[in-house]
């Protein structure tokens, strides 16, 4: 089987969940090549320059696959004109909703006008989400088949297997952005009983170290879907305050696996911490929690099953 993944770039978010769906594959037999297409670094500019040039590579190219399956909207273009016998297109989180938040009202509308048409492009639709998968149906009737994002805990035991717990440290893992709430953290930096840590452009390997090293991992985001440094936390026995948001509640419960907090609320985010900070009794509780809930339900060995199945039954 040869397959085709599509993504603007193969790091963070979506892009890095495609990577390591690409590398199981290839571990597992399956013959996965990854499109490279060039887009210039520049905000609101990102994506159209992307979808330009790799729809141009996917016409020269002229190269024939079983399967093309592109991540994200943008990646969709690319998909459309590449000979393959089935197209899949995976989106994590509603993208529409995403682009409300982050874009003007114009290209809001734009997006909202065409996405239809565009996820309409794919034979099969993906996400790893039931809420997106629910969203969807309600707001466009469509049908997406959902299937859960992975980690990888061998890689994460190996590499922070001779960490020290830093006292008094809590750690902020992603983007400096509007979206992921970062400014909401900063405002109340001051008011948390602890060193606050911003890891927003370290390696992944860096980033889990530190997690590991942390007392708390805050996930203080406006608009999100299933962060993945949630999971890893969660496998790691480091205690979760989020917001209580789509995504982010679909694998946190509040005070059972982790803390939520309403959005936009910051004074209740710095209480939250505080508060979890001197019950060493919950904090325990929430992440022995988190850690079976992801043993569970959120590794390969649970989940690589399901992806194999996902494209052999495409084919048939």
């Not at 193969?10 to 890095?16: A, D, E, F, P, T």
């Not at 141009?56 to 024939?64: D, F, N, S, V």
């Not at 997106?132 to 805990?153: A, E, M, N, R, T």
């Amino acid at each position: 089987m040869k397959i085709l993944f599509i993504a603007p770039k193969y790091s963070g978010g979506i892009g890095g969940h495609a990577k390591r769906v690409a590398d199981k594959l290839q571990e597992n037999g399956f013959e996965v090549e990854l499109m490279y297409a060039p887009h210039i670094p520049i905000k609101k500019l990102k994506n159209p320059t992307f979808a330009i040039s790799s729809v141009l590579k996917a016409i020269t190219e002229r190269k024939t696959y079983d399967i093309v399956h592109a991540f994200n909207l943008p990646s969709a273009f690319a998909m459309k004109y590449t000979k393959a016998k089935k197209k899949v297109l995976s989106i994590h989180g509603v993208y529409s909703e995403q682009i409300d938040v982050l874009h003007s009202e114009t290209t809001s509308t734009k997006v909202k006008n065409n996405e239809m048409n565009i996820l309409k492009w794919a034979d099969k639709l993906l996400t790893n989400s039931k809420n997106v998968q629910q969203s969807y149906k309600k707001k466009l009737d469509l049908d997406f088949d959902y299937i859960y994002g992975p980690i990888d805990v061998e890689k994460i035991k190996k590499i922070t297997r001779n960490v020290t717990k830093n006292e008094k440290q809590v750690v902020y893992i992603g983007r400096d952005s509007y979206e992921k709430g970062t400014d909401i953290l900063k405002k109340i930096e001051n008011k948390i009983n602890a060193k606050v840590i911003y890891c927003t452009n370290l390696d992944w390997e860096s980033a889990m170290q530190i997690l590991k090293s942390s007392n708390i991992l805050i996930v203080p985001s406006r608009i999100d879907n299933i962060p993945n440094v949630i999971k890893e936390a969660f496998f790691l026995k480091i205690p979760v305050v989020a917001t209580d948001i789509k995504g982010i509640s679909e694998i946190v419960t509040n005070d059972v696996n982790g803390i939520l907090v309403p959005s936009e609320e910051p004074e209740k985010l710095a209480d939250a911490v505080n508060q979890l900070l001197d019950n060493k009794e919950k904090m325990k509780e929430i992440t022995e929690n988190g850690h079976d809930f992801i043993i569970k339900n959120m590794t390969w060995n649970i989940l690589l099953s399901k992806y194999i199945e996902f494209y052999e039954k495409l084919l048939k």
